[in-house]
Structure formats: C-alpha cells, structure tokens
C-alpha cells in the first residue's frame, strides 16, 4: 500500500470558510468533495484525478499534492 501523507501538509484558506489542514491525497479528496467553492474547471478536475490515482498507488502523494495546490488556487483560496 503506497504511503499517501504528504511531505509537507497544506493549509486551504477559501474566502468565507475556515482554514482546513490537509495531510494527504484522502483528506484531499473530503475537501475537493465536501468544501470546494466551485467545483469545474480544468484544475479541479485534474486534482481529483491525481489524489484518485495517488490512492491507488499509480501516483506518488507529493506530485498529487502539486495539483491539489494548483487547484486551490484556480478556486480563488490560498494554500501554504
């Protein structure tokens, strides 16, 4: 089973919403699902798909962890 926590956790800052800490591709996925301010767009979607494939192991959690950040900021938050 692939380790899926990241190096380095992110910390998800959307307007109006709490910051969430997000540790990995599974955790990523609860806020891609559950606290995604506008869920289209290109990033969005190739976001879901890398922690997806981060999960099942044909992804490595870090390089996921490059998309979700990208994601977060095409969604108009911040993450650090």
């Not at 089973?1 to 380095?8: R, V």
């Amino acid at each position: 089973m692939p380790n899926n926590d990241w190096n380095a956790p992110v910390a998800v800052n959307f307007p109006h919403q709490e910051q969430k800490l997000v540790g990995g591709p599974f955790e990523a996925m609860t806020c891609l699902t559950d606290r995604w301010p506008n869920m289209s767009g290109l990033k969005f979607l190739r976001a879901r798909m890398a922690c997806k494939a981060a999960l099942d192991g044909r992804l490595s959690a870090d390089d996921a962890r490059v998309i979700f950040v990208e994601a977060v900021g095409e969604a108009g938050g911040k993450a650090h």
